[in-house]
Protein backbone atom coordinates (compact mmCIF):
# COMPACT_ATOMS: atom_id res chain seq x y z
CA UNK A 1 0.00 0.00 0.00
CA UNK A 2 3.07 2.91 1.33
CA UNK A 3 4.49 1.72 -2.59
CA UNK A 4 1.51 2.78 -4.11
CA UNK A 5 0.90 5.86 -2.40
CA UNK A 6 4.55 6.84 -3.04
CA UNK A 7 4.20 6.09 -6.84
CA UNK A 8 0.92 8.55 -6.82
CA UNK A 9 3.08 11.07 -4.67
CA UNK A 10 5.96 11.56 -6.84
CA UNK A 11 3.53 12.27 -10.03
CA UNK A 12 5.70 15.63 -11.25
CA UNK A 13 3.37 18.59 -10.52
CA UNK A 14 2.02 19.52 -13.41
CA UNK A 15 3.05 22.38 -16.16
CA UNK A 16 0.05 24.40 -15.10
CA UNK A 17 0.41 25.87 -11.59
CA UNK A 18 -1.10 24.77 -8.01
CA UNK A 19 -5.02 26.35 -8.95
CA UNK A 20 -4.76 23.69 -11.53
CA UNK A 21 -7.16 21.56 -9.14
CA UNK A 22 -8.89 24.00 -7.37
CA UNK A 23 -12.36 25.05 -8.85
CA UNK A 24 -13.22 28.45 -10.10
CA UNK A 25 -16.74 28.32 -7.82
CA UNK A 26 -14.78 28.39 -4.36
CA UNK A 27 -15.21 31.44 -2.50
CA UNK A 28 -11.46 32.30 -2.13
CA UNK A 29 -7.85 31.26 -2.13
CA UNK A 30 -4.90 32.60 0.05
CA UNK A 31 -1.38 31.75 -1.73
CA UNK A 32 1.32 31.92 -0.24
CA UNK A 33 4.48 31.37 -3.10
CA UNK A 34 7.41 31.21 -0.73
CA UNK A 35 6.64 31.49 2.85
CA UNK A 36 9.97 31.21 4.28
CA UNK A 37 11.26 33.99 2.57
CA UNK A 38 8.51 36.13 2.86
CA UNK A 39 8.53 35.44 6.74
CA UNK A 40 12.15 36.63 6.49
CA UNK A 41 11.65 39.55 4.22
CA UNK A 42 9.53 40.61 6.95
CA UNK A 43 11.41 39.87 9.84
CA UNK A 44 13.89 41.73 8.68
CA UNK A 45 12.25 45.02 8.33
CA UNK A 46 10.21 44.92 11.43
CA UNK A 47 13.78 43.95 12.99
CA UNK A 48 14.79 47.20 11.87
CA UNK A 49 11.62 48.44 14.01
CA UNK A 50 12.73 46.24 16.91
CA UNK A 51 15.37 43.99 17.34
CA UNK A 52 13.04 41.27 18.92
CA UNK A 53 12.40 40.61 15.31
CA UNK A 54 15.91 39.96 14.66
CA UNK A 55 14.92 36.08 14.04
CA UNK A 56 17.85 33.86 13.12
CA UNK A 57 17.41 30.91 10.17
CA UNK A 58 16.23 28.54 12.99
CA UNK A 59 13.84 30.61 14.20
CA UNK A 60 11.99 31.02 10.87
CA UNK A 61 12.10 27.91 10.78
CA UNK A 62 10.59 27.41 13.94
CA UNK A 63 7.53 29.27 12.95
CA UNK A 64 6.82 26.88 10.32
CA UNK A 65 7.25 24.03 12.36
CA UNK A 66 4.44 25.67 14.58
CA UNK A 67 1.71 25.75 11.01
CA UNK A 68 2.87 22.35 10.09
CA UNK A 69 1.94 21.10 14.26
CA UNK A 70 -1.14 23.29 13.75
CA UNK A 71 -2.18 20.94 10.76
CA UNK A 72 -1.59 17.67 11.99
CA UNK A 73 1.58 17.44 10.40
CA UNK A 74 5.11 16.63 11.40
CA UNK A 75 8.22 18.92 11.30
CA UNK A 76 9.70 19.95 7.68
CA UNK A 77 6.98 18.06 5.97
CA UNK A 78 5.73 21.38 3.59
CA UNK A 79 8.17 22.55 1.14
CA UNK A 80 7.26 26.12 2.05
CA UNK A 81 9.11 27.45 -1.09
CA UNK A 82 6.15 26.13 -3.34
CA UNK A 83 2.77 27.92 -3.17
CA UNK A 84 0.65 26.97 0.03
CA UNK A 85 -2.88 27.79 -0.39
CA UNK A 86 -5.95 28.28 1.86
CA UNK A 87 -8.69 27.82 -0.20
CA UNK A 88 -11.97 29.02 1.21
CA UNK A 89 -14.92 26.45 0.77
CA UNK A 90 -17.57 28.88 1.40
CA UNK A 91 -17.81 32.87 2.52
CA UNK A 92 -15.50 33.22 5.65
CA UNK A 93 -12.86 31.84 7.69
CA UNK A 94 -14.30 28.96 9.04
CA UNK A 95 -11.53 26.61 10.01
CA UNK A 96 -14.06 23.71 9.08
CA UNK A 97 -14.83 24.60 5.94
CA UNK A 98 -10.92 25.82 4.63
CA UNK A 99 -8.79 23.41 2.49
CA UNK A 100 -4.98 23.54 2.84
CA UNK A 101 -2.59 22.89 -0.29
CA UNK A 102 0.90 22.20 -0.14
CA UNK A 103 3.93 20.24 -1.61
CA UNK A 104 5.20 17.76 0.56
CA UNK A 105 9.08 18.36 0.68
CA UNK A 106 9.69 14.76 1.21
CA UNK A 107 7.07 12.62 -0.09
CA UNK A 108 8.31 9.07 1.29
CA UNK A 109 7.88 10.63 4.57
CA UNK A 110 4.51 12.05 4.24
CA UNK A 111 3.27 9.47 2.53
CA UNK A 112 3.75 7.01 6.17
CA UNK A 113 1.47 9.27 7.77
CA UNK A 114 -1.43 8.30 5.65
CA UNK A 115 -4.03 5.68 6.05
CA UNK A 116 -6.54 4.62 3.09
CA UNK A 117 -6.13 4.45 -0.38
CA UNK A 118 -3.96 6.93 -2.16
CA UNK A 119 -6.59 7.20 -5.05
CA UNK A 120 -9.37 8.52 -2.48
CA UNK A 121 -9.73 10.99 0.47
CA UNK A 122 -6.91 9.55 2.72
CA UNK A 123 -6.71 9.98 6.56
CA UNK A 124 -3.49 11.84 8.82
CA UNK A 125 -2.36 9.11 11.17
CA UNK A 126 -0.92 11.98 13.26
CA UNK A 127 -2.95 11.23 16.81
CA UNK A 128 -5.03 14.51 15.51
CA UNK A 129 -9.06 13.79 14.78
CA UNK A 130 -10.22 14.74 11.82
CA UNK A 131 -7.85 15.55 9.36
CA UNK A 132 -8.10 14.29 5.60
CA UNK A 133 -5.89 14.27 3.03
CA UNK A 134 -6.47 14.00 -1.06
CA UNK A 135 -3.86 14.06 -3.69
CA UNK A 136 -3.80 15.84 -6.97
CA UNK A 137 -0.73 15.40 -9.15
CA UNK A 138 1.97 15.90 -6.75
CA UNK A 139 0.05 18.41 -4.05
CA UNK A 140 -1.72 17.31 -0.93
CA UNK A 141 -4.84 19.06 0.09
CA UNK A 142 -5.60 18.95 4.12
CA UNK A 143 -9.14 19.72 5.92
CA UNK A 144 -10.45 18.80 8.78
CA UNK A 145 -13.42 17.88 7.15
CA UNK A 146 -14.09 15.51 4.41
CA UNK A 147 -16.69 17.38 3.11
CA UNK A 148 -14.10 20.46 2.49
CA UNK A 149 -12.28 17.89 0.50
CA UNK A 150 -14.58 16.55 -1.92
CA UNK A 151 -15.03 20.16 -3.22
CA UNK A 152 -11.77 19.31 -5.12
CA UNK A 153 -12.48 16.36 -5.84
CA UNK A 154 -16.14 18.20 -7.61
CA UNK A 155 -13.92 20.19 -9.21
CA UNK A 156 -12.71 17.60 -11.62
CA UNK A 157 -15.51 18.07 -14.19
CA UNK A 158 -15.81 21.72 -13.52
CA UNK A 159 -13.30 24.50 -14.70
CA UNK A 160 -10.68 24.94 -12.98
CA UNK A 161 -9.78 28.13 -11.07
CA UNK A 162 -6.23 28.43 -13.34
CA UNK A 163 -8.28 28.20 -16.28
CA UNK A 164 -10.59 30.77 -15.44
CA UNK A 165 -7.65 33.06 -14.79
CA UNK A 166 -5.85 35.18 -17.78
CA UNK A 167 -2.57 35.51 -17.95
CA UNK A 168 -2.21 38.76 -16.56
CA UNK A 169 -4.45 37.40 -13.44
CA UNK A 170 -1.96 34.28 -13.29
CA UNK A 171 1.30 36.52 -13.11
CA UNK A 172 -0.66 38.55 -10.11
CA UNK A 173 -1.38 35.10 -8.29
CA UNK A 174 2.37 33.77 -8.82
CA UNK A 175 4.59 36.81 -8.62
CA UNK A 176 3.86 38.10 -5.80
CA UNK A 177 4.26 36.85 -2.20
CA UNK A 178 0.81 36.93 -0.42
CA UNK A 179 -2.50 36.80 -2.98
CA UNK A 180 -6.08 36.44 -1.84
CA UNK A 181 -8.19 36.00 -5.13
CA UNK A 182 -11.77 35.73 -4.01
CA UNK A 183 -15.37 34.99 -6.14
CA UNK A 184 -17.28 37.85 -5.87
CA UNK A 185 -20.32 36.43 -6.69
CA UNK A 186 -20.08 34.16 -3.15
CA UNK A 187 -19.90 37.05 -0.70
CA UNK A 188 -22.29 39.19 -2.49
CA UNK A 189 -25.71 38.05 -0.75
CA UNK A 190 -24.30 37.65 2.85
CA UNK A 191 -21.80 40.30 3.18
CA UNK A 192 -22.14 42.60 0.42
CA UNK A 193 -25.81 43.82 -0.77
CA UNK A 194 -26.94 43.83 3.00
CA UNK A 195 -24.26 46.65 3.23
CA UNK A 196 -25.97 49.21 0.84
CA UNK A 197 -28.93 49.71 2.37
CA UNK A 198 -27.29 50.87 5.02
CA UNK A 199 -24.74 52.53 3.87
CA UNK A 200 -27.43 55.07 2.30
CA UNK A 201 -29.92 55.12 5.54
CA UNK A 202 -26.26 56.44 7.02
CA UNK A 203 -26.37 59.62 4.64
CA UNK A 204 -29.72 60.28 5.00
CA UNK A 205 -29.33 60.13 8.69
CA UNK A 206 -26.17 62.03 8.39
CA UNK A 207 -28.19 65.01 6.43
CA UNK A 208 -31.27 65.08 9.09
CA UNK A 209 -28.92 65.53 11.91
CA UNK A 210 -27.07 68.34 10.20
CA UNK A 211 -30.66 70.10 9.73
CA UNK A 212 -30.24 70.58 5.94
CA UNK A 213 -32.56 73.37 4.40
CA UNK A 214 -35.18 71.14 1.89
CA UNK A 215 -33.73 72.47 -1.27
CA UNK A 216 -29.73 71.89 -0.38
CA UNK A 217 -31.26 68.03 1.47
CA UNK A 218 -33.38 67.61 -2.03
CA UNK A 219 -29.85 68.14 -4.02
CA UNK A 220 -27.23 66.39 -1.98
CA UNK A 221 -29.65 63.64 -1.46
CA UNK A 222 -29.90 63.32 -5.63
CA UNK A 223 -26.21 63.61 -5.47
CA UNK A 224 -26.04 60.76 -2.52
CA UNK A 225 -28.42 58.35 -4.24
CA UNK A 226 -26.33 58.85 -7.85
CA UNK A 227 -22.85 57.67 -6.47
CA UNK A 228 -24.84 54.95 -4.50
CA UNK A 229 -26.79 53.64 -7.67
CA UNK A 230 -23.48 54.39 -9.87
CA UNK A 231 -21.63 52.13 -6.37
CA UNK A 232 -24.19 49.43 -6.61
CA UNK A 233 -24.32 48.50 -10.30
CA UNK A 234 -20.23 48.48 -10.22
CA UNK A 235 -20.81 45.93 -7.30
CA UNK A 236 -22.98 44.11 -8.87
CA UNK A 237 -21.14 43.65 -11.95
CA UNK A 238 -18.07 42.68 -10.48
CA UNK A 239 -16.38 39.24 -11.10
CA UNK A 240 -13.59 37.99 -9.24
CA UNK A 241 -10.96 40.64 -6.97
CA UNK A 242 -7.05 39.87 -6.60
CA UNK A 243 -5.55 41.00 -3.78
CA UNK A 244 -1.43 41.00 -3.86
CA UNK A 245 1.39 41.82 -1.69
CA UNK A 246 5.23 41.97 -2.16
CA UNK A 247 8.60 43.00 -0.45
CA UNK A 248 11.76 42.44 -1.89
CA UNK A 249 13.39 44.26 1.18
CA UNK A 250 13.17 47.57 -0.49
CA UNK A 251 9.47 48.47 -0.64
CA UNK A 252 6.34 46.91 -0.16
CA UNK A 253 3.46 47.00 -3.10
CA UNK A 254 0.23 46.21 -2.63
CA UNK A 255 -2.13 45.58 -5.94
CA UNK A 256 -6.06 45.65 -6.27
CA UNK A 257 -7.62 44.02 -9.17
CA UNK A 258 -10.91 43.73 -9.99
CA UNK A 259 -12.91 42.11 -12.89
CA UNK A 260 -16.46 42.82 -14.04
CA UNK A 261 -18.65 40.57 -16.19
CA UNK A 262 -18.11 41.13 -20.02
CA UNK A 263 -21.38 41.83 -20.90
CA UNK A 264 -21.89 44.70 -18.52
CA UNK A 265 -22.14 47.65 -18.47
CA UNK A 266 -18.99 48.71 -16.27
CA UNK A 267 -17.33 46.42 -19.02
CA UNK A 268 -18.82 48.30 -21.82
CA UNK A 269 -17.49 51.76 -20.45
CA UNK A 270 -14.01 50.34 -19.38
CA UNK A 271 -13.49 49.06 -23.24
CA UNK A 272 -13.83 52.44 -24.46
CA UNK A 273 -10.64 53.91 -22.72
CA UNK A 274 -7.67 55.35 -24.69
CA UNK A 275 -4.47 57.00 -24.10
CA UNK A 276 -2.99 59.60 -25.53
CA UNK A 277 0.78 59.12 -24.54
CA UNK A 278 0.91 63.13 -22.90
CA UNK A 279 3.18 63.78 -20.63
CA UNK A 280 1.52 63.67 -17.34
CA UNK A 281 3.63 65.98 -15.05
CA UNK A 282 3.99 69.35 -17.31
CA UNK A 283 3.47 72.57 -16.04
CA UNK A 284 3.34 70.98 -12.42
CA UNK A 285 6.28 73.07 -10.37
CA UNK A 286 8.58 70.99 -8.53
CA UNK A 287 8.16 72.03 -4.97
CA UNK A 288 6.93 70.69 -1.72
CA UNK A 289 3.61 69.47 -1.90
CA UNK A 290 0.64 67.48 -0.46
CA UNK A 291 -0.80 65.60 -3.11
CA UNK A 292 -0.05 65.24 -6.94
CA UNK A 293 -2.02 63.20 -9.58
CA UNK A 294 -2.28 63.34 -13.10
CA UNK A 295 -4.07 60.64 -15.72
CA UNK A 296 -4.50 60.62 -19.62
CA UNK A 297 -7.60 58.78 -19.74
CA UNK A 298 -9.85 59.66 -22.76
CA UNK A 299 -13.46 59.22 -22.53
CA UNK A 300 -16.53 60.07 -24.77
CA UNK A 301 -18.20 62.74 -24.38
CA UNK A 302 -21.54 60.83 -24.62
CA UNK A 303 -19.46 58.69 -22.08
CA UNK A 304 -18.54 61.12 -19.18
CA UNK A 305 -19.05 60.66 -15.48
CA UNK A 306 -19.02 63.73 -14.65
CA UNK A 307 -21.44 65.34 -17.23
CA UNK A 308 -24.02 62.10 -16.44
CA UNK A 309 -23.92 64.01 -12.61
CA UNK A 310 -24.20 67.44 -13.81
CA UNK A 311 -27.54 66.23 -15.98
CA UNK A 312 -28.89 64.20 -13.03
CA UNK A 313 -27.98 67.02 -10.39
CA UNK A 314 -29.46 69.92 -12.73
CA UNK A 315 -32.67 67.90 -13.44
CA UNK A 316 -33.66 68.15 -9.44
CA UNK A 317 -36.37 70.48 -8.77
CA UNK A 318 -34.69 72.65 -6.71
CA UNK A 319 -31.83 73.17 -8.93
CA UNK A 320 -34.11 73.61 -11.81
CA UNK A 321 -36.30 76.46 -10.63
CA UNK A 322 -33.69 78.53 -10.42
CA UNK A 323 -32.10 77.67 -13.98
CA UNK A 324 -33.90 78.18 -17.49
CA UNK A 325 -34.52 74.83 -19.55
CA UNK A 326 -32.49 76.28 -22.61
CA UNK A 327 -29.64 77.23 -19.70
CA UNK A 328 -30.10 74.01 -18.04
CA UNK A 329 -29.74 71.71 -21.59
CA UNK A 330 -26.56 74.25 -22.53
CA UNK A 331 -25.06 73.74 -19.68
CA UNK A 332 -25.01 69.90 -19.66
CA UNK A 333 -24.54 70.44 -23.80
CA UNK A 334 -20.88 71.91 -23.12
CA UNK A 335 -20.42 69.89 -19.83
CA UNK A 336 -20.65 66.97 -22.09
CA UNK A 337 -18.58 68.78 -24.83
CA UNK A 338 -15.89 69.59 -22.65
CA UNK A 339 -14.90 66.45 -20.49
CA UNK A 340 -15.35 64.37 -23.95
CA UNK A 341 -12.49 66.91 -26.11
CA UNK A 342 -9.76 66.07 -22.50
CA UNK A 343 -6.96 64.17 -23.87
CA UNK A 344 -6.03 63.90 -19.92
CA UNK A 345 -5.33 66.43 -16.67
CA UNK A 346 -2.81 66.95 -13.65
CA UNK A 347 -3.06 68.45 -10.76
CA UNK A 348 -0.91 69.26 -7.51
CA UNK A 349 -1.88 70.86 -3.86
CA UNK A 350 0.84 72.59 -3.40
CA UNK A 351 2.32 74.24 -0.41
CA UNK A 352 5.32 77.23 -0.87
CA UNK A 353 8.75 76.53 0.55
CA UNK A 354 8.97 76.76 4.07
CA UNK A 355 4.85 77.33 4.70
CA UNK A 356 2.23 74.70 5.27
CA UNK A 357 -0.69 76.79 4.53
CA UNK A 358 -2.25 78.57 2.53
CA UNK A 359 -2.43 75.45 -0.32
CA UNK A 360 -2.54 76.49 -4.21
CA UNK A 361 -4.06 74.01 -6.44
CA UNK A 362 -2.25 74.03 -9.63
CA UNK A 363 -3.30 72.44 -12.69
CA UNK A 364 -3.68 71.67 -16.66
CA UNK A 365 -6.09 70.36 -18.99
CA UNK A 366 -4.77 68.68 -21.88
CA UNK A 367 -7.02 69.87 -25.26
CA UNK A 368 -6.43 69.63 -29.11
CA UNK A 369 -7.80 72.88 -28.94
CA UNK A 370 -7.64 74.70 -25.60
CA UNK A 371 -8.69 77.95 -26.70
CA UNK A 372 -11.93 76.98 -27.90
CA UNK A 373 -12.48 75.07 -24.98
CA UNK A 374 -11.50 77.60 -22.60
CA UNK A 375 -14.28 79.64 -23.81
CA UNK A 376 -16.54 76.74 -22.35
CA UNK A 377 -15.14 76.64 -19.46
CA UNK A 378 -15.88 79.89 -18.80
CA UNK A 379 -19.40 79.45 -19.52
CA UNK A 380 -19.52 76.61 -17.30
CA UNK A 381 -17.66 78.53 -14.11
CA UNK A 382 -20.30 81.30 -14.76
CA UNK A 383 -23.25 78.92 -14.60
CA UNK A 384 -21.38 77.12 -11.41
CA UNK A 385 -22.60 79.45 -8.67
CA UNK A 386 -26.17 78.58 -9.40
CA UNK A 387 -26.08 75.57 -9.31
CA UNK A 388 -23.50 75.57 -6.25
CA UNK A 389 -26.19 77.96 -4.59
CA UNK A 390 -28.28 74.97 -4.09
CA UNK A 391 -26.00 73.05 -2.11
CA UNK A 392 -24.70 76.01 0.17
CA UNK A 393 -28.13 78.36 -0.27
CA UNK A 394 -27.27 80.18 3.48
CA UNK A 395 -23.12 80.92 2.39
CA UNK A 396 -23.63 83.35 -0.21
CA UNK A 397 -21.47 81.46 -2.31
CA UNK A 398 -20.57 83.88 -5.91
CA UNK A 399 -18.06 84.02 -7.84
CA UNK A 400 -16.38 87.16 -9.50
CA UNK A 401 -15.35 86.58 -13.52
CA UNK A 402 -12.95 88.72 -15.39
CA UNK A 403 -10.95 89.23 -18.24
CA UNK A 404 -6.99 90.22 -16.80
CA UNK A 405 -4.08 90.97 -18.68
CA UNK A 406 -1.04 91.08 -16.42
CA UNK A 407 2.49 91.49 -18.34
CA UNK A 408 1.26 90.16 -21.68
CA UNK A 409 -0.50 87.36 -20.29
CA UNK A 410 -3.83 87.29 -21.01
CA UNK A 411 -5.97 84.96 -18.47
CA UNK A 412 -9.88 84.90 -16.66
CA UNK A 413 -9.58 85.03 -13.16
CA UNK A 414 -12.83 83.81 -11.10
CA UNK A 415 -12.56 85.28 -7.53
CA UNK A 416 -14.95 83.82 -4.72
CA UNK A 417 -16.44 86.68 -3.01
CA UNK A 418 -15.88 85.91 0.65
CA UNK A 419 -17.62 88.88 1.78
CA UNK A 420 -20.65 87.84 1.03
CA UNK A 421 -20.52 84.06 2.36
CA UNK A 422 -21.50 83.37 5.96
CA UNK A 423 -18.91 83.35 7.97
CA UNK A 424 -18.46 79.23 8.39
CA UNK A 425 -18.37 78.73 4.58
CA UNK A 426 -15.66 82.04 4.64
CA UNK A 427 -13.67 80.35 7.70
CA UNK A 428 -13.49 77.34 5.79
CA UNK A 429 -12.43 78.57 2.47
CA UNK A 430 -9.47 80.47 4.38
CA UNK A 431 -8.55 78.28 6.22
CA UNK A 432 -7.47 75.97 2.83
CA UNK A 433 -6.48 78.35 0.24
CA UNK A 434 -6.24 81.77 2.26
CA UNK A 435 -7.98 84.93 2.36
CA UNK A 436 -8.65 86.54 -1.57
CA UNK A 437 -8.88 83.33 -2.92
CA UNK A 438 -9.27 82.77 -6.81
CA UNK A 439 -9.49 80.68 -9.73
CA UNK A 440 -7.16 81.65 -12.84
CA UNK A 441 -6.19 79.99 -16.36
CA UNK A 442 -5.16 80.42 -19.47
CA UNK A 443 -3.57 78.77 -22.52
CA UNK A 444 0.21 77.71 -22.36
CA UNK A 445 1.84 75.70 -25.27
CA UNK A 446 -0.09 74.34 -27.95
CA UNK A 447 -2.46 72.20 -26.04
CA UNK A 448 -2.94 72.81 -22.22
CA UNK A 449 -5.24 74.95 -20.53
CA UNK A 450 -3.27 75.89 -17.26
CA UNK A 451 -4.92 77.03 -14.03
CA UNK A 452 -4.79 77.94 -10.42
CA UNK A 453 -6.79 78.03 -7.30
CA UNK A 454 -4.66 80.51 -4.58
CA UNK A 455 -4.37 83.76 -2.66
CA UNK A 456 -1.20 84.52 -3.91
CA UNK A 457 -1.14 87.78 -6.34
CA UNK A 458 -1.53 87.68 -10.36
CA UNK A 459 2.72 87.79 -10.98
CA UNK A 460 3.16 84.04 -9.96
CA UNK A 461 0.33 83.27 -12.05
CA UNK A 462 1.83 84.67 -14.98
CA UNK A 463 5.35 83.03 -13.86
CA UNK A 464 3.59 79.63 -14.28
CA UNK A 465 2.30 80.15 -17.45
CA UNK A 466 5.68 82.45 -19.45
CA UNK A 467 7.91 78.89 -17.60
CA UNK A 468 8.58 77.01 -20.77
CA UNK A 469 6.17 73.50 -21.07
CA UNK A 470 9.62 71.68 -21.13
CA UNK A 471 10.59 73.28 -17.80
CA UNK A 472 11.56 70.63 -14.45
CA UNK A 473 8.48 69.83 -13.12
CA UNK A 474 7.09 67.70 -10.06
CA UNK A 475 7.72 64.82 -12.37
CA UNK A 476 11.71 65.23 -12.92
CA UNK A 477 12.23 65.11 -8.66
CA UNK A 478 14.12 62.74 -7.77
CA UNK A 479 12.19 61.06 -5.34
CA UNK A 480 9.01 60.95 -7.09
CA UNK A 481 10.54 59.13 -10.11
CA UNK A 482 11.65 56.65 -7.56
CA UNK A 483 8.24 55.95 -6.28
CA UNK A 484 6.57 55.99 -9.75
CA UNK A 485 8.93 53.62 -11.06
CA UNK A 486 7.41 51.38 -9.03
CA UNK A 487 4.09 51.95 -10.11
CA UNK A 488 2.46 50.32 -13.41
CA UNK A 489 4.63 50.74 -16.95
CA UNK A 490 1.57 52.63 -18.76
CA UNK A 491 -1.10 53.95 -16.36
CA UNK A 492 -4.66 55.63 -16.87
CA UNK A 493 -4.20 57.31 -13.57
CA UNK A 494 -1.26 58.13 -11.14
CA UNK A 495 -1.32 59.80 -7.49
CA UNK A 496 1.52 60.85 -5.10
CA UNK A 497 0.72 61.48 -1.41
CA UNK A 498 3.33 62.52 0.74
CA UNK A 499 2.83 61.71 4.15
CA UNK A 500 4.94 63.80 6.23
CA UNK A 501 3.26 67.06 4.32
CA UNK A 502 -0.21 65.30 5.10
CA UNK A 503 0.48 64.80 9.00
CA UNK A 504 1.55 68.29 9.32
CA UNK A 505 -1.02 69.94 7.36
CA UNK A 506 -4.36 67.77 8.86
CA UNK A 507 -4.05 69.11 12.60
CA UNK A 508 -3.48 72.53 11.06
CA UNK A 509 -6.34 72.61 9.27
CA UNK A 510 -8.59 70.59 11.17
CA UNK A 511 -7.99 73.17 14.15
CA UNK A 512 -9.26 75.97 11.38
CA UNK A 513 -12.51 74.08 10.25
CA UNK A 514 -13.17 73.34 14.07
CA UNK A 515 -12.63 77.48 14.20
CA UNK A 516 -15.08 78.24 11.45
CA UNK A 517 -17.80 75.61 13.40
CA UNK A 518 -17.20 77.78 16.60
CA UNK A 519 -15.82 74.13 17.99
CA UNK A 520 -12.84 73.80 20.11
CA UNK A 521 -10.30 70.85 20.43
CA UNK A 522 -7.43 71.94 23.19
CA UNK A 523 -5.06 69.39 21.28
CA UNK A 524 -3.84 70.02 17.94
CA UNK A 525 0.09 68.86 17.15
CA UNK A 526 1.62 70.77 14.68
CA UNK A 527 4.71 68.73 13.52
CA UNK A 528 7.62 70.52 11.44
CA UNK A 529 8.50 68.43 8.05
CA UNK A 530 12.03 69.85 6.79
CA UNK A 531 12.08 67.54 3.87
CA UNK A 532 9.99 65.88 1.57
CA UNK A 533 8.17 62.19 1.81
CA UNK A 534 7.85 59.89 2.84
CA UNK A 535 5.87 59.40 -0.53
CA UNK A 536 3.29 56.73 -1.34
CA UNK A 537 2.25 56.34 -5.01
CA UNK A 538 -0.88 54.72 -6.24
CA UNK A 539 -1.52 53.80 -10.25
CA UNK A 540 -4.38 52.59 -12.02
CA UNK A 541 -4.66 50.97 -15.28
CA UNK A 542 -7.57 50.09 -17.17
CA UNK A 543 -8.60 47.62 -19.62
CA UNK A 544 -11.36 46.09 -21.44
CA UNK A 545 -13.15 44.68 -18.54
CA UNK A 546 -10.64 45.18 -15.63
CA UNK A 547 -9.22 48.16 -13.17
CA UNK A 548 -6.30 47.10 -11.40
CA UNK A 549 -4.42 49.53 -9.01
CA UNK A 550 -1.12 49.51 -7.39
CA UNK A 551 0.36 51.25 -4.93
CA UNK A 552 4.13 51.60 -3.36
CA UNK A 553 5.65 52.42 -0.07
CA UNK A 554 9.59 51.99 0.45
CA UNK A 555 10.53 50.80 3.49
CA UNK A 556 12.52 53.58 4.62
CA UNK A 557 9.62 55.41 3.83
CA UNK A 558 7.56 53.66 6.34
CA UNK A 559 10.35 53.80 8.94
CA UNK A 560 10.06 57.21 8.38
CA UNK A 561 6.11 57.54 8.73
CA UNK A 562 6.37 55.29 12.13
CA UNK A 563 8.56 58.26 13.22
CA UNK A 564 6.14 60.99 12.44
CA UNK A 565 3.59 59.32 14.05
CA UNK A 566 5.41 58.68 17.07
CA UNK A 567 6.06 62.41 17.74
CA UNK A 568 2.48 63.12 16.58
CA UNK A 569 1.44 60.87 19.67
CA UNK A 570 4.12 63.18 21.87
CA UNK A 571 2.82 66.01 21.20
CA UNK A 572 -0.59 64.56 21.74
CA UNK A 573 0.32 63.50 25.20
CA UNK A 574 2.28 66.44 26.26
CA UNK A 575 -0.25 68.62 25.25
CA UNK A 576 -3.63 66.77 26.93
CA UNK A 577 -1.06 66.69 30.08
CA UNK A 578 -1.12 70.65 29.79
CA UNK A 579 -4.34 70.60 29.20
CA UNK A 580 -5.07 68.65 32.10
CA UNK A 581 -2.87 70.66 34.33
CA UNK A 582 -4.43 73.80 33.32
CA UNK A 583 -7.99 72.91 34.07
CA UNK A 584 -9.55 74.20 36.93
CA UNK A 585 -8.92 71.67 40.38
CA UNK A 586 -5.95 70.18 38.51
CA UNK A 587 -3.87 71.52 41.72
CA UNK A 588 -6.05 70.12 43.85
CA UNK A 589 -5.95 66.75 42.24
Given at each position: MQGIIVG?????????DALSHVPSDVAGVFIFNDLKTTLRNVTGFFARVDSDFDLTESELTADTVVLEEALGLKAGTCDFSKPFLVVLTRPGMHARSLVIGFTPKNREQFAGQLTGRSDSIQ????????????FRDGMAFISERKKAIRTIIGGAGKQSLSASLDKRQKQLCFQNDIVFHLRVESWRAVYISPFMPILSQLART?????????????????????FLERIGSVVDQMEGVTLALSFDGKG????????????????????????????????LP?????????????????????????????????????????????????????????RGFNMMLSTREGELQPLEMIGTYVFEDPARVAKQMRSIMESSCQTLATFFPSSGYSIEPRACNTDGVSYDEYRFQLEIMDETTRCMVESVYGPNCCVRQAVVGKDRILYTVTATDADEFVKLVKSPVSSRNVGDNENVREVVGHLATKPHFVMIFDIGQAMALGPRMMKAGMVAMNQSMPVFPELTVDTQGPLIGWSGTIRDRSVTGQAYISADGILRAVDLFKQFG??????????????PGAEES
Open positions: SLCQALRAGRLSSGIKNRYVLGMTVQSMPKEKTEAVTEVVDWFRFIHDHTFTPDGTVADYLSTAEQTDVDLWTCDRPFFMAGASDWVSAADRAVVADLAERVLSVPSVSEKISEDERRRLIEVTSSFYGQMEQMRRGFERSEMGS
